[in-house]
């Protein structure tokens, strides 16, 4: 989908005036005009304003490193045709999905899974370690795993390098560090209230770069209406926003348009409601699955369907609230992470996130499907483990970032919208 110079000039697959590199490229480099301007300093010459020419001449002129200049959300595959050699990469957050699969003979390489497993020759058993953490983790599938054993996701913040015998080599170009740095030590309240508004400020900014019109999904939470707020701070008209909302059953309340109404009127936006009868949400819930890469049992991705069918209509680019709560400790087993030490804390996390224990599943799986040990524990147990984080509950922020938000919310919305 075309969101950057919708030119004939951005079609892909692009190659560059000097026919020595091919790429595709799924997604958005917020920063694409500040490194054009770079590049054009450098000598590249360009031939459309689109992002995805910025990401060939940006890798002809500093290789894999490329990715470190990007600011954005982002899959790509590079050809370089003296060499043959095959360059894949994938964002920070892993929000533009890659999947893989290995064969005997080629690599086949895809943004959805329905895309890759359609020229066939792959193998589709059931990964038993990726059902052992779908089952145990609320859905979640670690990356590089997917479902199926033939085929793999090249995890977030990686690049890889295909030669051309086959053989690959990963680098992970982005690790942030999750202990507390000494110069904030003495950052008072209102110090880290003026600095995480500036960062949120600086992060809308950024994804203002849009050739076609942007809208919000508005549920009306504190995430959602922040990113409006900020993006009416920035000077954006016309801003369209929309809210979802599902008739009351049992005497239970279905939408929350009341908070989504306040913040449209404050702001003056363009809103949309939309309401979903009862019955429509069973009949949308086959259009829903279809839309899934991978299973996924997230209550809302009928609802984050249905309001994609509307919102395409007419906007192709939204921006949603998904993701803050792993970034700012929004969900409720971190008070009690943040009550314990590291030793205690990857039980702690188990007991209090996963669904079900390794021994209830001894009796849910058959013996072929049941691998040896509670390998979701150990994935938990082995990533917190890791050097870089100061406390329990930095560890589980790092988890949750980079494992659990790459394969639940950030997944839904794409596959979704």
């Given at each position: 989908m075309k969101i950057i110079d919708l030119s004939d000039l951005g079609a892909q697959p692009m190659t560059d005036a000097d026919g020595?590199?091919?790429?595709v490229f799924n997604g958005c480099v917020y920063n694409y005009q500040e490194l054009r301007e770079e590049l054009r300093r450098l000598g590249h010459r360009f031939r459309s304003t689109s992002d995805t020419e910025v990401v060939l001449h940006a890798y002809r002129q500093w290789g894999t490193a490329c990715v470190e200049h990007f600011h954005g959300m982002f899959a790509f595959a590079l050809v370089e045709h003296r060499t043959g050699r095959l360059v894949l990469g994938r964002d920070r957050l892993g929000i533009k999905p890659l999947y893989l699969a290995p064969t005997p003979d080629r690599l086949r390489f895809a943004s959805s899974l329905p895309a890759l497993l359609a020229a066939g020759d792959v193998?589709?058993?059931v990964d038993p370690v990726a059902v052992h953490q779908y089952l145990s983790w609320h859905a979640t599938v670690a990356p590089p795993r997917t479902v199926l054993t033939g085929v793999r996701k090249l995890p977030p913040a990686t690049v890889r390098v295909v030669e051309p015998d086959g053989s690959h080599r990963d680098h992970r170009y982005w690790q942030p560090s999750y202990t507390r740095r000494p110069e904030y030590a003495d950052m008072g309240p209102d110090e880290w209230r003026?600095?995480?508004l500036e960062a949120l400020r600086t992060a809308v900014r950024r994804r203002m770069v849009s050739d076609v019109p942007v809208g919000v999904l508005l549920s009306?939470?504190?995430?959602?209406?922040l990113i409006v707020?900020?993006?009416?701070?920035?000077g954006q008209r016309g801003l369209k926003t929309f809210s979802v909302g599902f008739e009351a059953e049992g005497g239970e309340q279905g939408d929350e348009f009341r908070y989504s109404d306040l913040v449209a009127r404050e702001f003056g936006t363009d809103h949309r409601r939309m309401m979903v009868p009862s019955d429509r949400v069973s009949t949308a819930l086959d259009d829903a699955v279809a839309a899934m890469s991978e299973p996924m049992i997230s209550h809302d991705v009928v609802a984050f369907h249905l309001l994609s069918e509307q919102v395409?209509?007419?906007?192709?680019?939204?921006?949603?609230?998904?993701?803050?709560?792993?970034?700012f400790a929004g969900y409720h087993w971190y008070p009690e992470l943040a009550a314990v030490g590291r030793e205690e804390e990857p039980q702690r996390y188990a007991e209090t996130y996963f669904d079900r224990p390794h021994a209830d599943l001894e009796g849910i799986l058959q013996p072929h499907m049941l691998p040896e040990d509670d390998v979701s524990g150990r994935f938990v147990r082995d990533h917190m483990a890791r050097p870089g984080a100061q406390t329990a509950l930095d560890a589980a922020l790092r988890l949750d970032t980079h494992v659990m938000l790459v394969d639940d919310p950030v997944k839904r919305v794409d596959n979704m919208t």
């Open positions: 020595e590199i091919t790429g193998d589709t058993s003026d600095a995480v009306g939470g504190l995430d959602s209406s707020a900020l993006l009416a701070e920035e395409s209509k007419e906007v192709k680019v939204v921006q949603s609230g998904q993701g803050a709560d792993e970034v």
